[in-house]
């Protein structure tokens, strides 16, 4: 299924224009119609969303909205209402709107969120600067989303384009349609998402509103926090090249997807307008750190995916499984193989002096009776892999090597995980 969004404003404004799309010419007042009409003539399935401002329906509903736009041959289509910015006249009515761009973004954004489209257009040959600004970032937003999702899988399966025209003007009657690709870089970078943080500056008047709202997600807000630090904890591993954290540490069973669900419905609180007079008010979102958040969630996904492809730590499998983690050159860790490989080597070649069902410290096996321990034990840890002598077992079971941490250790283990750079 391909999907259209196109944010419009009103629609007896529009008139019937040529729009050629690859020689084929197409009159219709909306270039994503003919877009649309284009594709299904290519056997494609093609569904249209036209984001509708607030403003557009100070006199109106979304109704007669419609109405107005079957008037002018476009139907079958869906329409989904957005936060406006600035000040509107409608007949005798004026309403001020207050908002920002980011306001704008988050509430498109949540929308694909939500309908997660495979395939998508959006069109930008309509609507004042703020909308097709605002369209465009949050497409961008939700591609860098969707591969975040697949981060250390290497691959996304979503495709998005733009399409343009040069200004349309009342007249000019043909114009050629533009289709240009879109494309975002995903970073494995650990989000800097702060779910406490998604208002910046809450006005006055809505203060009361905004402590409500906070204290019913309270819950909420400590379940992405539990996650978050789990999500840390496995970025962290994989940076700094500690693979045992994810047999060891990491169960990561969290509801993600009820967590998502329950985010969105909880931004889309925080969109939702107040009206007080010819004014009305939204808190003013981070629409940055809002992405981040859905960011975070969508990294976990991935991670967990790859978590669950795991079964045991065995030596050989912990160097296949993260080799193939670290030459992924998303992740940028591909140095980390070098110093997994003579990690694994060196246990390897230690390993041999236990007996079938023996397990033994590390520092022992290497070092017999001589072994002390180390005084810079954090260093160490980060320096080999997280095999410390000190605090990894060794054991030979069916002829495999089973490595661990010593359980009164692995509180301390998650600490040092969790805070590299903490003395």
Not at 292 to 311: D, G, K, P, T
Request: aromatic letters at 10%; glycine letters at 4%; hydrophobic letters at 35%.
């Amino acid at each position: 299924m391909t999907t259209i969004f196109q944010v419009i404003g009103k629609p007896e404004s529009y008139q019937e224009k040529e729009f050629t799309i690859d020689g084929v010419s197409y009159t219709t007042p909306l270039c994503s119609d003919a877009l649309r009409r284009h594709l299904m003539e290519k056997g494609e399935e093609v569904d249209l969303t036209i984001f509708v401002p607030e403003s557009m329906l100070i006199k109106d509903n979304l109704d007669t909205f419609k109405e107005k736009l079957a008037d002018k041959g476009i139907d079958d289509f869906e329409t989904v209402t957005i936060p406006p910015v600035g000040r509107y006249r409608e007949q005798d009515v004026e309403v001020y709107f207050s908002g920002s761009v980011e306001t704008i973004a988050t509430a498109i954004f949540l929308h694909l969120l939500k309908e997660r489209p495979g395939k998508l257009f959006i069109d930008l040959s309509t609507g004042f600067n703020i909308y097709p600004v605002s369209l465009l970032e949050a497409t961008k937003r939700y591609l860098t989303y969707r591969k975040m999702e697949k981060i250390l899988q290497g691959s996304s399966d979503v495709d998005a384009s733009a399409i343009f025209t040069p200004p349309v003007t009342r007249t000019v009657q043909s114009y050629i349609v533009e289709i240009q690709h879109l494309d975002v870089k995903a970073f494995f970078s650990l989000p800097n998402a702060n779910i406490d943080k998604i208002v910046k500056l809450c006005p006055e008047s809505l203060k009361d509103e905004l402590g409500r709202i906070n204290r019913e997600n309270a819950g909420l807000k400590k379940e992405f926090r539990h996650m978050f630090e789990e999500l840390r904890l496995a970025y962290n591993a994989i940076r700094l090249n500690i693979p045992l954290t994810f047999y060891e540490l990491l169960q990561m069973s969290y509801g993600i997807d009820e967590l998502e669900r329950k985010i969105v419905r909880f931004v889309e609180k925080l969109l939702e307008p107040h009206e007080n007079g010819n004014r009305v008010e939204r808190f003013p979102l981070d629409g940055v750190n809002v992405s981040n958040v859905f960011y975070a969630i969508a990294m976990f996904r991935s991670i967990r995916e790859f978590r669950e492809s795991l079964s045991e730590p065995e030596i050989d499998e912990i160097l296949e499984k993260f080799t193939e983690v670290y030459r992924n050159r998303n992740t940028g860790t591909g140095v980390n193989e070098y110093f997994l490989q003579r990690d694994v080597n060196e246990i390897k070649k230690h390993s041999e002096k236990l007996s079938d069902g023996e397990t033994e410290l590390l520092g022992m096996l290497i070092h017999g009776q001589n072994f002390y321990k180390s005084s810079a034990s954090k260093r160490n840890f980060f320096a080999h892999s997280g095999f410390l002598q000190e605090y990894t077992l060794v054991e030979r079971k069916n002829g495999k090597i089973i490595l661990r941490w010593a359980e009164n250790r692995r509180k301390e283990i998650k600490n040092w995980i969790l805070n590299p750079e903490k003395n």
